[in-house]
């Protein structure tokens, strides 16, 4: 009796002590902190916005007219447990935003001479002479309906390594793109179709024309003359600092970047700040900015009005122009109206939208579940959070499944077989868990039967209470399985570090 309770008050004091290791140290509940810099009456109607909405991390906002911008930041824009909020300059990702720079590019080299919108790519790619790529307008990949594929070859086959927390982007440099336009299909009859490999293209078309690459042509033509001189697209000369707000998703799993020169013209690695994107708009609204035909629609993209890029919604209030961007862990949104005077500029550093933060500041009707879209400000979908407290689950039972095994088991193989494969289940629940929702208590709590199953199956195997027999090794009957258990937990141990 004395031995039994020798190992149950271990376990209950082993299990207590994971749960304080949970809270301290598991996973963080993902949500805007209460952090503030800037204005703190528009750090206000965003945080109204968000209000009972997890899943982000920080939030950089402003408001802009053609004379004035205000900004405000929210939440915690280190890596750490806690931390400031962002700054003005504090460096988010563009996303797809930035295909608005490549549009004003276009919209320029037209205005220059340099380009039309009739010309075809092989015109200025002439490696494409005689391909179907080669036939397609750059006006058309402006707006999204030359017929080309959403990405060249080599990226779609490589879209695979997200799951795995790998860039995609990662073998796209501008030769691989060409090549891969080379023998890409073009479908005439496909309806318009957002497109990377077409803006990609489109940007590496510009650069030619220019007789420059597409990072020195934004960084002559756009960012430099009007002074953003946080905007730009990362390389060996210039490499992103240590301090850029790190991307993660929805429930704070670190995220990966997708720098690659080929696909550089869409937006998949370029950073920005607050204040550089709203002196964007800025010189939007005032007509300063290169290439602001882009803004004026003069096609159809699914229903909606679209520009070079850029796409317009109207509405009761008047019509506004805007163009959002997401990569793996950051999303942007700029909305605009010349006839208002107005702008909103949104980065956020989760992989969650922030088109609704946007809407909601646009309308001056900060109340979740009003926007002008008529949808609140989102978290992930339902089904997958479903996903995550499933891994929750999973997770628990094997967790339970190890403590049944060490107080019950009748050798210490199996049970360190069950304690490797919960071990497992247990990082899986690190990376995938619900932790938009709740935080690292519920991971503490998961691990508690784990650590008490080795606490007691130690008690059991080594340390003995004099007058109690130690459990054997190996089971009386065959080791095979109990060898299989190991490995396979070893085996997904390893490979759900590939995860980070």
Known sequence: MQHRTRLWLTGVVTALIAVLIGALVGPQHQRVGDQTAGDPDLAARVRTTIDGVDGRRALAVAEV??????????????????????????????????????????????????????DRLSDHLPELAGTPAGEVTLGS??????????????VAADMGLMLVGENPYATSSVEQLIADAAIAPVNADRPPTYSNFGFSLLGTALARAAETDYRSLL???????????HTWIPDQSRPAPADVVPG??????????????????????????????????QAL?????????????TADFNGVPIGWAWLTANSETGATVWHNGMTAGHAA????????????VVLGNTDLEVDSVASALWTDNPEPGDTAAGTPAQGPTLSVSILCWIVAGIAGSLSLLALWRACRGRSALPVIAL???????????WHSGPWHSVGGWLWGLLLAPTLAAVTIGTLRTVFVTPGTVAIPLRPARTTAVAVAGIALGALLLVGLAQLW
């Open 333 to 344: 949104i700029v909305v605009l109206s010349p006839d208002q005077d107005r702008a909103i």
């Open 419 to 429: 304690v490797v494969i919960a071990a497992a289940g247990l990082t899986l629940l």
């Open 65 to 118: 007219t053609s004379t004035s911008l205000v900004w405000a930041g929210l939440g915690n824009a280190t890596a750490g447990r806690s931390g400031p909020a962002p700054t003005q300059q504090s460096l988010f990702q563009t996303g797809s935003v930035a295909k608005t720079f490549t549009a004003a590019l276009f919209a320029d080299a037209i205005t220059r001479g340099e380009v039309t919108a009739e």
């Open 285 to 297: 609204l005032a007509g300063t900015a290169p290439g602001t035909e882009a803004l004026t629609p």
């Open 141 to 154: 990949l402006a707006q999204h309906s030359s017929g080309l594929p959403s990405l060249g070859a080599t």
């Open 248 to 281: 993660t998703a929805f429930n704070g799993t670190p995220m990966t970047t997708w720098p690659g020169d080929g696909y550089a013209p869409s937006g998949t690695y370029t950073l920005t700040s607050i204040e550089d994107l709203a002196i964007w708009a």
């Open 219 to 229: 960084a002559d033509r756009i960012t430099g003359p009007l002074g953003m001189d």
